[in-house]
């Protein structure tokens, strides 16, 4: 009984460790045929209006009513202290470093990341990588690559219209219907936001997240077997592991860039 569960163990220890390397060595392979990827610019430019831009509506109305919950719940919190007039530093903060990196990917992960995963999958079940094998055109070049950076560039792009618009919706809310004092909520966010500590790091955030959520996404959906049931699942597999992810780098992140 305990030799089978050790054997369990080790070999589940095993698989996953092969399944890991196998995955790092996929990610290397799409960097390292990206060089030539540049010189065709369209193929990149294509998948960012695919990625982004059918995104951009659910980024754009997700944004606004976080904004305006974000506005609503600080106000509530902050007059219980005198201190309504840093609403516009709360929200500004909150979405610049937190929510805006972190719901864009998770709802970039829903939408394009299972977009991603089906296409390639049914790509892959189609056989048209194997066709493009035989044409001798590499498909990670042709296919994953122009996908991959696409989702790179749309990823902070679309974190920084987010947390654009939620800053709106927390001014909708704080000075046009609660009635916080104008000046006081732009002047707060102008003086107690810093563009390199907080901005920048919330973009970087992005940048990271839209890595790892395009390749988590395509490498299911190059991975997946030529199976209707399997490339269901890696479109369940590839929401499942991507928001894991997001989490867990977020934490890695903010350890590493506000312990100060």
Not at 78 to 85: A, V
Request: with cysteine; net charge neutral; glycine share 12%.
């Amino acid at each position: 009984m305990i030799v089978t569960l050790l054997e369990n163990i080790g070999r589940s220890c095993r698989e996953t460790t092969a399944h890991v390397g196998y995955a790092c060595r996929s990610f290397f392979n799409i960097l390292a045929v990206s060089g030539g990827l540049w010189k065709r610019p369209r193929l990149i430019t294509q998948q960012i209006h695919f990625i982004g831009n059918y995104s951009l509506l659910l980024i754009g109305v997700s944004g606004l009513f976080v904004g305006l919950v974000l506005g609503l719940q600080g106000y509530y919190t902050l007059n219980k202290y005198g201190s309504e007039q840093a609403l516009g530093l709360l929200v500004a903060l909150s979405l610049t470093r937190e929510l805006g990196p972190v719901v864009t990917a998770l709802l970039f992960a829903g939408r394009a990341g299972t977009s991603l995963t089906a296409e390639i999958g049914l790509m892959k079940a189609g056989e048209q990588l194997a066709a493009m094998e035989m044409m001798a055109v590499n498909p990670i070049q042709r296919v994953l690559a122009p996908r991959f950076w696409a989702g790179v560039i749309a990823m902070p792009i679309l974190a920084t219209i987010f947390s654009a618009v939620g800053v709106f919706g927390g001014y909708v809310v704080g000075v046009k219907l609660i009635g916080v004092d104008e000046g006081a909520f732009w002047s707060q966010m102008q003086s107690g936001v810093d563009v390199w500590a907080d901005i920048a790091n919330g973009f970087i955030k992005s940048i990271v997240f839209g890595v790892a959520v395009t390749f988590v996404a395509l490498f299911q959906g190059y991975e997946a077997r030529a199976t209707p049931e399997d490339v269901a699942g890696a479109t369940t597999r590839t929401v499942v592991i991507s928001s894991l992810a997001v989490w867990w780098l977020d934490f890695l992140m903010t350890a590493l860039m506000f312990n100060k």
